[in-house]
């Protein structure tokens, strides 16, 4: 077990999807999944390009198809981020998108079939060094579970991954990753600690069909929140019937709001009241929109007056408060600069970007100095 942002994680394997490391002390990835046809190659390397920029880890594309395999393969030579081809029942898929280049399979070994296809499939990750994440979902549990167990329960989940894991430990494989998703948070939350405790593969976190953008992160916070705190995940995915892009910025959002990782600028903003000295909203929307492409961590307060304001400032890098006649700037938690009403956004996001750029050279001076 090790500390990480104050939360001690469940200590998992390693397993590399591509170039990124998931489990073990890795950093917990985050991914989505393209929502195009995969055939059409052009809309789908857009897709991963935008999903990517908004700072996705790891990218997964559904492979319903030959015709999407052989797409799927002109796709992996176009983009820069790992893929992970979704196949389910038919294992030629597998093994074609293998052949291609493929950075994980999404399979369950359980669902394609006769064990010699099963094993054609496994022998050929193995040697490409490919690994397989098992996806259980509750509203997809085989016929029998369902009769067993009268609804989809979290022994139902468990039960019905511990098979696929059969499979693959009965041909000697371990390099592979476990997700039991539902939509009931409760479900996710009790089969997730479950099968925490019984093996030691990577886990990847995600509440399958939360929602639409408000509910879905909703519902994937409060669920793979308590996950987190728990220590338990290794890679996730905030499942939205929205834009993947919202997926990536709330699986961020809610990494840097535990502290497990951070990435660009971290927006500390007070709601607003009738004491506000300018339009906080507004800097808010205004400030998310400009600095979407920081990928440094900084800790920006935006703060309507001086009730709260100096308080945010001290923790914050940079901080706002609003003043009368003219707005408090803090650096490091000193009053650096006095803005006035006239651009404010302009004149915050020149200080924002100042900063960071005044750290990168001091840490290349650093590495300079040896
Ligand atoms: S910090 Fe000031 S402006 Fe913001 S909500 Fe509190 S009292 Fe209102």
């Known amino acids: 077990m090790q500390h ?4 001690r994680r469940r200590r998992s394997r390693r397993i590399m999807v591509g170039k990124v490391a ?22 789908t390397v857009a897709q991963i390009e935008a999903i990517q920029g908004a700072g996705a ?50 399979i369950n070994p359980g669902n394609i079939g006769r064990v010699e296809r099963v094993r054609t499939v496994v022998e050929k990750a193995r040697d490409l060094g490919v690994p397989i994440r098992i996806g259980v979902n509750a509203g997809s549990l085989e016929k029998d579970l369902q009769l067993k167990y009268g609804e989809p329960t979290a022994e139902a989940l468990v039960e019905s991954v511990l098979r696929h894991i059969d499979i693959l430990d009965h041909l000697d494989f371990q390099n592979f990753k476990v997700s039991l998703k539902a939509s009931n948070v409760f479900l996710a939350m009790a089969a997730y600690r479950q099968i925490a405790t019984q093996i030691d593969h990577p ?14 992160t909703v519902k994937s916070a409060v669920g793979l929140g308590a996950l987190l705190l728990d220590g338990i995940g290794d890679t996730l995915r905030i499942s939205l019937a929205a834009d993947p892009v919202e997926e990536v910025r709330v699986g961020w959002d809610l990494l840097k709001s535990l502290r497990l990782r951070s990435r660009g600028v971290n927006l500390i903003a007070c709601p607003s009241c009738s004491r506000q000295g300018f339009d906080v909203i507004g800097t808010v929307n205004a400030l998310e929109a400009r600095l979407d492409d920081i990928t440094e961590s900084l800790d920006v307060a935006v703060i309507g007056c001086i009730v709260n304001g100096p308080g945010e400032a001290r923790v914050a890098d940079l901080g706002l408060t609003g003043g009368t006649p003219r707005h408090l700037l803090y650096r490091d938690g000193k009053v650096q600069d006095k803005l006035d009403k006239a651009d404010l956004v302009d ?17 290349a001076s650093i590495i300079a100095r040896g």
């Open 4 to 7: 990480d942002g104050g939360i």
């Open 203 to 216: 886990l990847h976190l995600g509440i399958t069909e939360a929602g639409g953008l408000r509910s879905g």
């Open 22 to 43: 998931v489990g073990g002390d890795a950093p917990i990835s985050v991914q989505s999944m393209t929502n195009t046809e995969t055939t059409d190659v052009a809309a």
């Open 347 to 363: 004149q915050l996001e020149r200080h924002i970007r100042a900063t960071i750029r005044a750290r990168a050279e001091a840490e």
């Open 57 to 106: 880890d790891i990218v997964r594309v559904s492979v319903p198809s030959l015709d999407a395999a052989e797409a799927f393969g002109v796709i992996r030579r176009q983009v820069q981020v790992p893929l992970v081809a979704d196949i389910h029942f038919d294992y030629r898929i597998a093994l074609r998108v293998l052949e291609l280049g493929v950075d994980c399979l999404r």
